[in-house]
């Protein structure tokens, strides 16, 4: 198969394929509420909107998470809204009541702003709330006292399905694949933000709707360029169709994250290293059936081949260079600097800075050599294995975008891990 095909069916893999069973579980849901606030016997579909990434078509396989919001009438909020004070959470509790009538062996509870219903295969986190002339819903937010607040799914929902088809059906797939590198790198990035961010870089580039699956490595390319030079100050940015305020969370570390994932995806030349690249942003399912052509190509590890992968800590490692006669210095603030470039024959001792993984843990690093040069000299690497002590040092040989990975493991799931790029010239 080419990468255009990999590429088509890795988009088909990760798709999600539950949503009929979704729209049954919502059916019965507003089967109940229809009956108890309309009147209305059996009425499967009025009043209820399916939301979040399922609503607008960017969730991926195996999600577990379903939002959904019912319309109450306008009298349901005249009678909370008159309580002096927790008229929003006496909503939710009265909600969630009538809901325990249908499920009463699930667990069923309010939080915050939703009622959450657990059932076995995926969440469903249903808003309570009440649709406005102008087509947002005011919903009760049970924190700080209780107020009522305001949300514009549904504009959402047609700001991207109208990207959608003027990207010729490119731009689903994109915030799909994004979801995917999440999960693979750990990036803290919700999937409102995920889907504004693709819809603004699409927006930015109208050569995007006239390409294909044969062009999607480029696009991946310039998306992940796109991320990383986004100011990690920002605030928030506002969301597609609605304009609702999405708030930068952690410090925007996704960005760093992309930033690795830019250089890796950039610096690799040829077909051996694209296919690499793409295993370590979306995982080794990505193009199952390709088989490299160099040996040493074919020995790569990927930590989700190894081990399960959930990953919930955080980690950070750093690289300090050192060469006899030479200054000290650390490699993160070096690869600030545009297109910098490490020298050969030097000292690299990476080490764990920061790690929030209750112990014990076992640590596991990769050592990656990307190149033409790496090929020639048969010298790619690519094993993951265990180091306990914390640090690994290496030395810079030969010209090429290298990388070093680290992985925290505890009970047999990879639980945390970081990245550092190390690119190497020979002058």
């Known amino acids: 198969m080419s990468l255009m095909d990999d590429f088509k069916k890795f988009c088909e ?10 729209q049954t579980s919502v059916g019965e ?17 009025s009043h209820i909107y399916i939301v979040g990434s399922v609503g607008r078509k960017t969730a ?16 349901v909020f005249t009678r909370f809204n008159s309580y002096a004070d927790h008229g929003q959470s006496k909503l939710l509790q009265e909600v969630k009541d009538v809901l325990k009538e249908r499920y009463p062996r699930t667990d069923i509870r309010g939080d915050g702003q939703v009622v959450v219903i657990d059932f ?7 808003v309570p709330s009440f649709k406005q002339t102008d087509g947002r819903f005011k919903y009760p937010d049970t924190n700080e006292g209780g107020s009522w607040k305001f949300t514009d799914p549904l504009a959402e929902q047609r700001e991207a399905k109208n990207t959608e088809v003027k990207s010729f059906y490119n731009f689903f797939n994109f915030c799909k694949m994004v ?10 990035m919700g999937g409102l933000l995920i889907d504004t961010l693709c819809y603004q870089c699409f927006g930015d580039n109208d050569n995007y709707f006239l390409k294909g699956y ?4 480029e696009i991946l390319v310039e998306l992940f360029k796109y991320f990383k030079e986004l100011n990690k100050d920002q605030v928030y940015w506002n969301a597609l169709g609605s304009n609702q305020q999405v708030v930068n969370q952690d410090g925007g570390s996704f960005i760093d994250c992309a930033k690795d994932t830019y250089d890796i995806l950039n610096e690799a030349e040829s077909e051996d290293d694209k296919y690499s690249a793409l295993k370590n942003v979306f995982g080794s399912t990505f193009a199952t059936d390709y088989i490299p052509k160099s040996d040493s190509a074919r020995q790569e590890e990927f930590i989700d081949q190894k081990f399960a992968v959930d990953l919930k800590f955080k980690l950070k490692i750093d690289c300090t260079v050192s ?16 297109y910098y470039k490490l020298k050969h024959d030097k000292t690299l001792t990476f080490t764990i800075t920061s ?12 050592i990656r050599n990307v190149g033409d040069e790496a090929s020639r000299r048969e010298m790619i690497r690519g094993k993951i294995f265990r180091n306990n002590t914390g640090t690994q040092v290496e030395h810079s040989i030969f010209k090429g975008p290298h990388y070093v990975e680290c992985y925290i493991v505890k009970n047999d799931i990879c639980v945390a891990r970081d990245r550092i790029n190390v690119p190497i010239d020979l002058y």
């Not at 893999?13 to 979704?22: A, G, P, Q, V």
């Not at 999600?63 to 009298?75: A, K, R, W």
């Not at 044969?214 to 490595?217: A, I, L, T």
């Open 323 to 338: 060469q006899k006669g030479f200054r000290t210095f650390n490699l993160r603030e070096a690869l600030r600097q545009p």
């Open 355 to 366: 790690c929030d993984v209750p112990i014990p843990y076992n640590i596991y690093w990769k």
């Open 179 to 188: 979801r995917i590198w999440k999960k693979c790198s750990g990036a803290v």
């Open 120 to 126: 076995s295969s995926y969440t469903v986190e249903l």
């Open 60 to 75: 991926i396989n195996k999600t577990s998470d379903l939002d959904v919001i019912f319309d109450l009438p306008n009298d």
């Open 214 to 217: 044969s062009d999607y490595y």
């Open 29 to 45: 849901i507003a089967k109940k509420l229809n009956k108890r606030y309309y009147e209305a016997d059996s009425d499967s579909e």
């Open 13 to 22: 893999e990760i798709s999600l394929s539950n949503y009929s069973d979704m």
